[in-house]
């Protein structure tokens, strides 16, 4: 497609419940990135792929997020055993690889944790 | 630690009036600089961003933003709000570190009154 494309748009997970946030970058986009955005705040890094490697992951907030990008096109992010606190919108952005930190936006994947 | 200050959560301003949303950056050396609009329930979307050269960026939709470098300042302008404008506006820098990761100010949402 043209433009970032990320799924679900909306999950709602029980307390404990491991859940999967895809990413499709826009094709031939070499940098993929996720963010969390909580309600109210602005968006903050997780972690950074260049292709198929997952350069940065400091952002992650605990052990309970992986992220992968194994064939260096489509990520996933997981979290394992959610908590109320990972409630918030999982952004995935990507670019072309130029560092001029244009990053393209999907419409993000809103996480509710009942 | 680096970061992103924006002065006021909420600005409300008349249809007509000027827009005034304030940026302010913490670093002695000058990032790439970066307004994203945000309407709801979709992604961010570049307004405009400052790279090098002229100080003085024009973006989508009538924004600008003038980079000041002896105030860390990259405050962004309209001349005339319009209802269309109505949105979450975040101000973000690129410091260089992992290859274009952003830092997000906590943005401030425009509302415009009739």
């Known amino acids: 497609g043209a433009g970032v494309s990320q799924s679900p748009r909306y999950k709602v997970a029980k307390r404990g419940q491991d859940v999967a946030l895809r990413c499709d970058p826009i094709?031939?986009?070499?940098?993929l990135f996720w963010y969390q955005q909580a309600l109210g705040q602005g968006p903050e890094f997780l972690t950074y792929?260049?292709?198929?490697?997952?350069?940065?992951k400091s952002g992650l907030p605990s052990d309970r997020f992986f992220a992968e990008r194994p064939e260096g096109s489509v990520s996933t992010l997981k979290i394992q055993r959610t908590q109320q606190e990972d409630s918030a919108v999982y952004l995935c952005?990507?670019?072309?690889?130029?560092?001029?930190?244009?990053?393209?936006f999907g419409e993000g994947s809103r996480l509710t944790v009942l | 630690a680096q970061s992103v200050t924006q002065l006021g959560s909420h600005v409300s301003v008349s249809e007509g009036a000027l827009v005034l949303l304030r940026c302010n950056y913490s670093?002695?050396?000058?990032?790439?600089l970066f307004w994203y609009v945000q309407y709801p329930n979709q992604g961010l979307q570049l307004l405009l961003k400052?790279?090098?050269?002229?100080?003085l960026v024009k973006g989508i939709n009538g924004f600008e933003a003038e980079f000041k470098k002896s105030e860390t300042s990259f405050h962004l302008t309209k001349p005339s709000a319009h209802m269309s404008d109505a949105a979450e506006y975040f101000c973000a820098v690129n410091y260089g570190g992992s290859q274009g990761n952003l830092i997000f100010g906590k943005g401030t949402k425009l509302s415009v009154k009739p």
């Open positions: 670093s002695s050396v000058p990032p790439y």
């Open positions: 094709s031939g986009h070499v940098s």
């Open positions: 400052y790279t090098t050269g002229a100080t």
């Open positions: 952005a990507s670019h072309r690889g130029v560092n001029t930190g244009e990053l393209f």
């Open positions: 792929f260049q292709n198929e490697a997952q350069l940065d």
